[in-house]
Nanobody, 123 residues
Framework: HVQLVESGGGSVQTGGSLRLSCAASGSTYNCVAWFRQAPGKEREGVAA????????YYADSVKGRFTISQVNAKNTVYLQMNSLKPEDTAMYYC???????????????????WGQGTQVTVS
């Protein structure tokens, strides 16, 4: 079992930046991802990282604006979000899994372990 704790959400104006953190503990995992869900919308996988090789995935909607990174010594994954837009407003969730492929061609698969979420509001 993997425990995940997100932090760093908040309210920001359009064009601003936020950095989300995901602290992980527990069982072995090799994939960590960030998902988001806005009210009335489907959950979207926005970024993922393979913790062994540090390869990354980004959804088209955030490419060039968001950066996922990790600090292995701290078992922490970050999501740096720049040039934020109102459409980025959502609850953001950190997720982890141990799997052969951390992402598909254009989307993220269902992950096993989830954090409680942190709210990001852009106005």
């Amino acid at each position: 079992h993997v425990q995940l704790v997100e932090s760093g959400g908040g309210s920001v104006q359009t064009g601003g930046s936020l950095r989300l953190s995901c602290a992980a503990s527990g069982s072995t995992y090799n994939c960590v991802a960030w998902f988001r869900q806005a009210p009335g919308k489907e959950r979207e996988g926005v970024a993922a990282i393979h913790t062994g090789g540090a390869n990354t995935y980004y959804a088209d909607s955030v490419k060039g604006r968001f950066t996922i990174s990790q600090v292995n010594a701290k078992n922490t994954v970050y999501l740096q979000m720049n040039s934020l837009k109102p459409e980025d407003t959502a609850m953001y969730y950190c997720a982890a899994d141990r799997r052969f492929l951390c992402w598909g061609r254009n989307s993220l698969p269902e992950y096993t372990y989830w954090g409680q979420g942190t709210q990001v509001t852009v106005s």
